[in-house]
Every structure is written in C-alpha cells, then in structure tokens.
C-alpha cells in the first residue's frame, strides 16, 4: 500500500498532485505556508512547517506515509536537507522532482553568482533600474545598493514597507509568458536583471525576455541539498510510486 508526502508550492509539484488524484493515488500534499492563497489541491492538504527533520520524521510516522516526493522549489534547501534526513529516519524511500536548470543560449549576457550577496556585489555603481526577480525574503541585503531603481514582482501584495528606497512592485502569480515579460521590461526600462535558477517553464519567461532585449542577468546558482534519488518529470515520479501518470489528454 503507498501513502505518498508531496512536499509541494511549486507547478510540478500541483502537476503531479493533479496526476496522483486522477490515478486515485492516496497522497498528502503539504504547504510551507508561505503563500496567502495557495492553489486549491485535488488531494487532502496540510499547510506549515513539522519541526524540523525530527518532526517531519514523526509525521511521517504518524501518518504511515510510505513514500516521500520532495516536489519543493529548488531553493528551499532546508525543506529538502530535512527530508533527506527524515527519510533516513524513518527508512522512507525519497524522490526528488527537480527541473533541470536553465543553460545560457548563445548571445545571452550571464554574471553567474553562487548566492544573494554576490549577487548584490554583481551590481553596477550607477543608477540603473533593475528586475530583482528572486522572493520577498530575499530583497533586504539589496538595501545596500540603495542608488538603484528596483522592479519586484509578488504573489501577495507586500504586508510592510519594503526596505529599498525605490521599489515598484507588481502583484502577479505566474506562469508568465515571454510577450508579457518583454511588454513589462520595455514598458519599465528594465536594464539589469537579478534571477535565481529555478529551471522549468513557468519562470523562463524574464530570462527569455531578457536574451531578446539583450539585458544582462545577475543568475544566482542554487543552493547545495544532499544527494538524494531524483525525477525529472510527474511520469518518472508516478512510475516510482507503483502508478501509471495520469496527464489527461
Ligand atoms: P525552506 O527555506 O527550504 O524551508 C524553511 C522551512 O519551511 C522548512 O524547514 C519547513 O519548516 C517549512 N517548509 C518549507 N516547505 C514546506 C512544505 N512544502 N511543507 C511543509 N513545510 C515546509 O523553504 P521556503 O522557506 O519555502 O523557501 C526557500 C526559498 O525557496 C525561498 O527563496 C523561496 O522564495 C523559494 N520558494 C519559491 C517557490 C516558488 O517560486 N514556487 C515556492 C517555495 C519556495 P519545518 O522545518 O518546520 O518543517
């Protein structure tokens, strides 16, 4: 019997949910809690962190979960170093569905950093305006940079005054298009752009947009998770858990 744990709050972790529920698979998806209003699930939900390893190491107990998928974003690094550890725990199997990152086309105009400061450092001096593509947690360390005009994009609309002196925010869930992001860059006077590797399609778009505009993109590298079994596609990932996928037409 397979009671699958998608750690989710990413589109192929909803993609897969989409194809466990139509395979009648007994799966649980869990929500960090991060987004005020997250997709509805065509599965039971649970939302909020479980402690730690140990506590996701209980709850994995506690739920006779037999299988684990970490379908997380590829930079929450915590989640996925928990699962590693609570798996090894409780002796669950683990996957990992995660999207292989975006390569530099020919022509684009990468700085390749390994994480937020350097990206910071990556800046210019003088002022320009720049897309800073990369989760509201993340933005205060640019406050050290504050010459700059910066263009953010949320899913929720800021709850307190964001720390950058000169911050446009637009307020949009994606997946974006490359019309759409081409439109939004010429119409703000994009020049720099700062993105993180997240891979897959749904996020491509600004790094599109950017090669066709021949922006310059500050890519942040993601962050290191231990080695674990990974999937890189919702057929690999049912497969594993004993299912044919169930895509729909
Ligand atoms: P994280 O730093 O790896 O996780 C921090 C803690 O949040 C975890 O230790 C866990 O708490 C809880 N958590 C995270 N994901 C969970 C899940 N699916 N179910 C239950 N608990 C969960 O991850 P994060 O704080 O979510 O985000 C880290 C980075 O990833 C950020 O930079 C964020 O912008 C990015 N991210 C992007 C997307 C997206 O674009 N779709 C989605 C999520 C995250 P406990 O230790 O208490 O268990």
Not at 35 to 52: I, N, S
Not at 86 to 115: F, H, N, Y
Not at 173 to 193: E, K, N, Q, S, V
Request: some cysteine; hydrophobic content about 45%.
């Amino acid at each position: 019997m397979v009671r699958a744990l998608i750690l989710g709050g990413t589109s192929d972790a909803n993609l897969l949910a989409e194809a466990a529920a139509r395979a009648e698979l007994d799966a649980i998806y869990s929500y960090g809690g991060r987004t005020r209003a997250p997709a509805h699930q065509p599965l039971p939900t649970r939302t909020g962190g479980f402690g730690g390893a140990s506590g996701l190491a209980d709850y994995i107990r506690r739920e006779s979960i037999t299988h684990v998928v970490d379908a997380t974003h590829p930079f929450a690094a915590e989640m996925s170093r928990n699962a590693v550890a609570a798996c090894m725990i409780t002796q669950t199997p683990l996957i990992a569905l995660e999207r292989a990152p975006w390569a530099k086309a020919t022509g684009d105009s990468w700085i390749e950093v390994p994480d937020i400061a350097s990206a910071v450092a990556a800046l210019p001096e003088q002022r320009t305006r720049v897309f800073l593509a990369i989760g509201r947690q993340h933005i205060a360390p640019f406050a050290t940079r504050p010459q700059h005009a910066y263009t953010l994009r949320f899913v929720d609309p800021p709850e307190a005054a964001l720390p950058l002196p000169d911050a446009d925010v637009i307020v949009s869930r994606g997946p974006f298009t490359l019309t759409g992001d081409l439109d939004m860059m010429r119409a703000r006077g994009i020049a720099w752009i700062v993105a993180r590797n997240s891979g897959g399609d749904g996020a491509r778009a600004k790094i599109d947009a950017a090669g066709e505009l021949g922006l310059p993109v500050i890519m942040i590298a993601r962050p290191q998770v231990p080695d674990r079994p990974r999937a890189d596609s919702v057929t690999e990932v049912m497969q594993w858990l004993g299912h044919r996928a169930c895509l729909g037409a």
